[in-house]
């Protein structure tokens, strides 16, 4: 079996607030302890918040960067995938994710929402992150209501809806990961 992927996905270390540092920090640390693999970006912010998180509470992290150099990458992260790719990257953060938690983030942040909708993935915004996840969490990003982005109001709940949702959808798939 293997182990759920969850993203994190926000500000950059250009846009990052506190605030927003100490949640990410918060939900790595809450993916670690459920066991969970943080699948991320790579790079500062929020990105590297999250890693830091899980990687302080015994966490595997994967930085998925934008470059071709691995010394991009932040240094929280175990494994670094180097694209080369740039932005295009983002599809491949939401796609080798099982849920995916948004804290802030802006145009890459809502990119990688996109990617998730489309692939209805369980999409959860942190309340008080600011950016993208206050704008759309709550809320279908258009009129097919694929899936919502639900509203964790902090990191703990962010990480139990992610699993909740994955075990319920793998009890009628049969598929199973840990």
Do not use: W
Request: glycine share 14%; aromatic share 6%; proline share 1%.
């Amino acid at each position: 079996m293997r182990k759920t992927q969850i993203a994190v996905i926000g500000y950059n270390v250009d846009r990052c607030s506190e605030a927003a540092e100490k949640i990410a920090y918060e939900v790595g640390k809450e993916i670690a302890l459920s066991g969970a693999t943080l699948v991320c970006g790579g790079l500062g912010g929020v990105m590297e918040s999250a890693c830091k998180g899980a990687k302080e509470n015994g966490g595997l992290t994967v930085g998925i960067i934008p470059q071709e150099e691995f010394a991009y990458a932040n240094r929280f992260c175990d494994v670094v995938i180097c694209t080369g790719i740039g932005f295009a990257r983002d599809f491949i953060v939401s796609s080798s994710a099982d849920g995916i938690i948004a804290v802030g983030g802006g145009v890459g942040t809502l990119i990688e929402l996109g990617v998730g909708y489309m692939a209805k993935k369980v999409l959860v915004a942190v309340a008080g992150s600011g950016g993208v996840a206050e704008q759309y969490g709550g809320k279908y990003l258009d009129e097919r209501s694929r899936v919502p982005i639900v509203v964790a109001n902090d990191a703990h709940s962010a990480v139990a809806l992610v699993m909740s949702a994955l075990q319920k959808s793998q009890e009628k798939t049969g598929v199973k990961t840990s």
